[in-house]
């Protein structure tokens, strides 16, 4: 099968939480610098297109996280209605977690880990009409692990891709601003319960050549992007890589501005480098505070605790950063109170529009492979595999809560559609928690206040 003709080779993304995808960007770098002509499709921002997928001899579909899934699955199906001999491979993430069912249902192959060279060595492999065993590369009746072996990585190839202005912006003082995203790292070293990470990488974390993400910047710069989201899962994990990268593109480009995600334990043994990431334009840094009650930051393994909270918070706002805490509002172990503690919390610490309403309605993701899918403290109650729907089912001992994260959930979803005040939102999400009726547009802060930098797009995992 020849795949290097243009367009024979597809990759698809279905959702990167409203950035344009590196997911694509990426590995098309690396077909085409091993002399593949790969086409590209987003469905988050672009219609599917029949034709590229008819065309196709191999296509790749990203699954980086869980709605990127369920909506891969569903891309997948369309793919094989249209073009039923091509192979379909899923990649990313939660194609190793999900591996044993997608193979099952309608893929060819799965990747996961460090998998563009495995990628490519696929796509070599089909095309040259060989059907040996591809290392990394899951097949029916063949599993793999990850590939975790540091790259020879390639600049990503973004061409192919809907413009950046497609995507999430920056809303910062009442503008808004193009936005891009690169990653300086992949995987963790960290052993969060609840994260799908640590199951593929168990711990490891590689870090993207300086030069790869600063010519990656570079380019999305000349596209329009005059801010930075980085996207690693921890830009801490090696800070000396991470703030050389941020001192060379704040030299080159004094005027950008940035973004990043470290973990509360990194914020607090970095708290000294916080002047020096604000003097090269850091906006805002996202955290995974996840819970303030020891038994669930335990469950979790976050290591850290709530006082741990108030010290990280303290040091990125003394340096004048904003601090946008995330949370796993709904677990099997939080209670009610644990529940209106964080929304006092929230308002007490002045942050109500630090955090976007619908991380108070996140409920715990228990997909298979899962280091809690088999935690002491889950079992007790989890349900059955969902396989559909890539997770297990879980019931909380109190009837209330589940109750209470069905009524948030359909709150945050109502006032996001009729662009509610985030205040608002939260003045009614705290009357619900109190058992009273929510109040229409109960909300004391003034609608003209100076807010908290963020992403357009409210979703950060």
Same mark, same amino acid.
């Given at each position: 099968?020849?795949?290097?003709?243009? =367009?024979?080779?597809?990759?698809?993304?279905?959702?990167?939480?409203?950035?344009?995808?590196?997911?694509?960007?990426?590995?098309? =770098?690396?077909?085409?610098?091993?002399?593949?002509?790969?086409?590209?499709? $987003?469905?988050?921002?672009?219609? @599917?297109?029949?034709?590229?997928?008819?065309?196709?001899?191999?296509?790749?579909?990203?699954?980086?996280?869980?709605?990127?899934?369920?909506?891969?699955?569903?891309?997948? #199906?369309?793919? *094989?209605?249209?073009?039923?001999?091509?192979?379909?491979?899923?990649?990313?993430?939660?194609?190793?977690?999900?591996?044993?069912?997608?193979?099952?249902?309608?893929?060819?192959?799965?990747?996961?880990?460090?998998?563009? #060279?495995?990628?490519?060595?696929?796509?070599?492999?089909?095309?040259? =009409?060989?059907?040996?065993?591809?290392?990394?590369?899951?097949?029916?009746?063949?599993?793999?692990?990850?590939?975790?072996?540091?790259?020879?990585?390639?600049?990503?190839?973004?061409?192919?891709?809907?413009?950046? $202005?497609?995507?999430?912006?920056?809303?910062?003082?009442?503008?808004?601003?193009?936005?891009?995203?690169?990653?300086?790292?992949?995987?963790?070293?960290?052993?969060?319960?609840?994260?799908?990470?640590?199951?593929?990488? =168990?711990?490891?974390?590689?870090?993207?050549?300086?030069?790869?993400?600063?010519?990656?910047?570079?380019?999305?710069?000349?596209?329009?992007?005059?801010?930075?989201?980085?996207?690693?899962?921890?830009?801490?994990?090696?800070?000396?890589?991470?703030?050389?990268?941020? *001192?060379?593109?704040?030299?080159?480009?004094?005027?950008?501005?940035?973004?990043?995600?470290?973990?509360?334990?990194?914020?607090?043994?970095?708290?000294?480098?916080?002047?020096?990431?604000?003097?090269?334009?850091?906006? @805002?840094?996202?955290?995974?505070?996840?819970?303030?009650?020891?038994?669930?930051?335990?469950?979790?393994?976050?290591?850290?605790?709530?006082?741990?909270?108030?010290?990280?918070?303290?040091?990125?706002?003394?340096?004048?950063?904003?601090? *946008?805490?995330?949370?796993?509002?709904?677990?099997? %172990?939080?209670?009610?109170?644990? @529940?209106?503690?964080?929304?006092? @919390?929230?308002?007490?610490?002045?942050?109500?529009?630090?955090? $976007?309403?619908?991380?108070?309605?996140?409920?715990?993701?228990?997909?298979?492979?899962? %280091?809690?899918?088999?935690?002491?403290?889950?079992?007790?109650?989890?349900?059955?595999? $969902?396989?559909?729907?890539?997770?297990?089912? %879980?019931?909380?001992?109190?009837?209330?809560?589940?109750?209470?994260?069905?009524?948030?959930?359909?709150?945050?979803?109502?006032?996001?559609?009729?662009?509610?005040?985030?205040?608002?939102?939260?003045?009614?999400?705290?009357?619900?928690?109190?058992? *009273?009726?929510?109040?229409?547009?109960?909300?004391?802060?003034?609608?003209?206040?100076?807010?908290?930098?963020?992403?357009?797009?409210? %979703?950060?995992?």
């Amino acid at each position: 099968m020849k795949l290097q003709s243009p =367009g024979s080779v597809l990759l698809i993304s279905c959702y990167e939480l409203g950035h344009q995808p590196l997911g694509i960007a990426l590995p098309i =770098g690396f077909l085409r610098r091993a002399g593949f002509e790969p086409d590209a499709m $987003d469905i988050a921002v672009e219609d @599917f297109d029949a034709a590229k997928a008819a065309q196709a001899d191999f296509v790749g579909i990203c699954v980086p996280m869980h709605t990127a899934l369920r909506l891969g699955v569903r891309v997948a #199906q369309r793919v *094989r209605e249209l073009n039923p001999d091509c192979h379909i491979c899923f990649y990313g993430i939660y194609a190793s977690l999900n591996s044993e069912y997608l193979l099952d249902h309608g893929a060819d192959s799965c990747i996961g880990g460090e998998y563009e #060279q495995p990628l490519v060595a696929l796509v070599e492999s089909i095309a040259a =009409g060989t059907t040996g065993d591809v290392e990394g590369v899951a097949r029916r009746g063949k599993a793999a692990l990850p590939v975790l072996q540091k790259l020879s990585f390639a600049i990503p190839e973004r061409n192919a891709l809907p413009s950046l $202005d497609k995507y999430a912006h920056l809303e910062h003082e009442g503008s808004s601003r193009t936005a891009g995203y690169v990653e300086a790292s992949r995987g963790c070293l960290h052993l969060c319960t609840h994260c799908p990470i640590p199951p593929v990488y =168990g711990g490891r974390f590689f870090i993207v050549p300086q030069e790869v993400v600063l010519e990656d910047i570079r380019r999305q710069v000349q596209a329009g992007a005059t801010h930075i989201s980085f996207g690693d899962p921890d830009f801490l994990n090696g800070p000396k890589h991470s703030l050389r990268i941020v *001192r060379a593109m704040h030299d080159e480009f004094p005027s950008l501005t940035y973004d990043f995600t470290a973990k509360v334990e990194h914020l607090l043994n970095r708290g000294e480098d916080m002047p020096e990431f604000a003097a090269a334009g850091c906006l @805002f840094i996202i955290t995974a505070v996840e819970s303030l009650s020891d038994r669930v930051l335990t469950i979790l393994d976050k290591q850290h605790t709530r006082e741990d909270v108030v010290n990280a918070i303290k040091y990125v706002r003394d340096a004048g950063i904003a601090p *946008r805490p995330t949370w796993v509002t709904f677990t099997p %172990w939080t209670t009610l109170e644990d @529940f209106l503690e964080v929304l006092e @919390f929230i308002e007490e610490n002045g942050m109500i529009d630090n955090i $976007d309403p619908v991380q108070y309605s996140v409920r715990l993701l228990i997909p298979p492979g899962s %280091w809690l899918a088999d935690h002491e403290e889950t079992l007790p109650h989890r349900g059955p595999l $969902d396989e559909a729907a890539f997770t297990y089912r %879980w019931t909380h001992p109190d009837p209330r809560m589940d109750q209470l994260q069905k009524d948030v959930a359909r709150l945050v979803e109502q006032d996001a559609q009729a662009e509610e005040d985030t205040a608002a939102t939260f003045y009614r999400i705290k009357d619900l928690a109190y058992g *009273r009726q929510p109040v229409e547009l109960a909300c004391s802060l003034p609608a003209d206040r100076q807010r908290a930098p963020r992403m357009s797009e409210s %979703w950060f995992c």
